[in-house]
């Protein structure tokens, strides 16, 4: 019987298997950020065990890092403390730090790809959730807890049982203005945040192929929100193009050493996976979360739905939504642009391409994020920030931003904020923040019209989408 992508790379890295039990996993890089390393490293010093593989860790600032003025000292003490305790971490262990300031830093789920350390046939782990993003390339990437960060540190490997394997096909030609986002928002809300525990997912089919790079991260980056350990899209002409070239990508002859077994990586033509869907790209239409889960998603001109459910109901009050209401002209106060999922530079060049000679909405505050200093850069250099200035939006430099009250980029109580992040959960952006999750576009088109709109019928001229 044929292989899965998946089991290609999962067994291609089992050092030992536990006798009626679970294996031991090798793991190829393991990202690190300030938030769940600290606790970590303590542990390998309380215990005396030095670092197994420093070579192969890569660490950024980004969950706490202000996204403004970063040259000058972070105001918020926590935040502050913990930005400074990684950098003496590495500074003492020897490991590669893309810190404040460095042209490098980023969101490591943004920095990571763009410099070529993601890498097709990978295993790869981070103490964050989202680190499935890393899976667009064929890649086994999925986010540990910091007990598992200590692990890694100690012996390059984990302890792991095989989840099962997933496949979710979509085949056809997607409509105008609906983006990856709006297939992954489209996918949760069908499926439910719950139908993904315990495997890992493989998206296949027409739609997949034909995104960018960008847009395939978009999508696995919010496998996770179903529940999902991680999600993968078989490695392709556009994932090798993507690679090439980049900063630590392998060069000349061993990049084409590499390629050619990229290429028996895909799924084998007789493989079976443990459960299968099929959805039809026509179905989906650009979409807006209404709820306080990834889950609770509608077309842009639907109606939310009715259900007598205590926990339904709960949600429904958080948000200060009705029922049977649209959110089709509903006034929006707060817009943010970033996050690991949507904030690349083909999403803000979308965004830019809408907003192009016209003005934010007087009553909108926009925030625009880059995911990291190399976006920032190509913003900056393709004309892009001045679009987004020009219109009155607010730009800041890289972090994971208004993704998570974790940071000074809070969401006031009570505010809706329509976001292109990935999480919708009471208090994500603030305490009584209220996220409305959105692809890059219908985020923009809020920006300018003050009120959610219906994106497909603004965008006939847009090249981009």
């Not at 003490?77 to 020897?94: A, F, Y």
């Not at 056809?172 to 139908?195: F, H, M, R, W």
């Not at 090798?240 to 077994?261: H, L, Q, T």
């Amino acid at each position: 019987m044929g292989k899965t992508l998946f089991d290609k790379v999962w067994d291609s890295h089992v050092v030992h298997q536990v006798e009626n039990g679970p294996q031991i996993l090798y793991i190829d890089k393991h990202l690190i950020h300030e938030v769940t390393s600290p606790q970590a490293f303590n542990e390998l010093e309380e215990r005396n065990i030095p670092l197994f593989r420093k070579e192969q860790i890569v660490a950024t600032a980004d969950h706490n890092v202000p996204t403004k003025d970063q040259h000058l000292p972070i105001q918020d003490l926590l935040s502050k403390k913990q930005v400074e305790m990684l950098t003496e971490n590495c500074d003492k262990h020897g490991v590669t730090l893309y810190g404040l300031g460095h042209p490098y830093q980023g969101i490591v789920h943004v920095m990571a790809p763009e410099l070529g350390i993601t890498q097709p046939g990978m295993t790869m782990v981070c103490g964050d959730s989202h680190t499935s993003t890393h899976g667009a390339f064929g890649t086994i990437a999925f986010g540990i807890g910091t007990s598992q960060v200590a692990q890694v540190f100690a012996s390059q490997c984990l302890l792991l049982s095989k989840p099962k394997s997933m496949r979710i096909t979509v085949n056809g030609k997607l409509k105008k203005g609906v983006l990856p986002k709006d297939v992954i928002l489209y996918i949760i809300a069908q499926l439910g945040t719950n139908s993904g525990t315990g495997y890992f997912v493989e998206y296949a089919g027409d739609v997949f192929e034909n995104m960018t790079m960008e847009g395939r991260m978009t999508v696995c980056n919010m496998s996770i929100e179903m529940g999902a350990r991680g999600g993968m899209i078989a490695p392709d002409e556009t994932t090798f193009n993507y690679v090439k070239g980049r900063e630590f990508a392998p060069k000349g002859e061993d990049f084409n050493k590499k390629v050619s077994y990229w290429k028996t990586l895909p799924t084998d033509a007789d493989a079976t996976f443990d459960k299968e869907y099929t959805f039809d790209a026509a179905d989906i239409a650009p979409m807006v979360t209404y709820g306080t889960n990834p889950g609770m998603g509608i077309k842009i001109t639907e109606r939310i739905p009715s259900k007598d459910d205590v926990s339904f109901e709960k949600s429904l009050e958080y948000m200060g939504l009705q029922k049977g209401e649209k959110l089709l002209g509903k006034q929006i106060n707060y817009v943010f642009i970033g996050s690991c999922t949507n904030s690349r530079i083909e999403d803000f060049r979308i965004a830019a391409e809408y907003i192009k000679g016209k003005q934010k909405a007087a009553n909108v505050n926009a925030l625009i994020v880059p995911g990291s200093q190399q976006v920032a850069q190509q913003i900056k250099e393709e004309g892009i920030q001045a679009v987004f200035e020009d219109a009155g939006f607010e730009m800041r430099q890289s972090g994971c931003s208004a993704c998570l009250g974790m940071n000074e980029d809070k969401i006031p109580a009570g505010e809706y904020c329509v976001s292109t992040s990935n999480r919708n959960f009471e208090g994500r952006q603030g305490q009584g923040a209220r996220t409305i999750l959105a692809s890059p576009l219908v985020a923009a088109a809020t920006a300018i019209a003050g009120k959610i709109v219906d994106v497909t019928e603004e965008i006939k001229e847009l090249e981009l989408v």
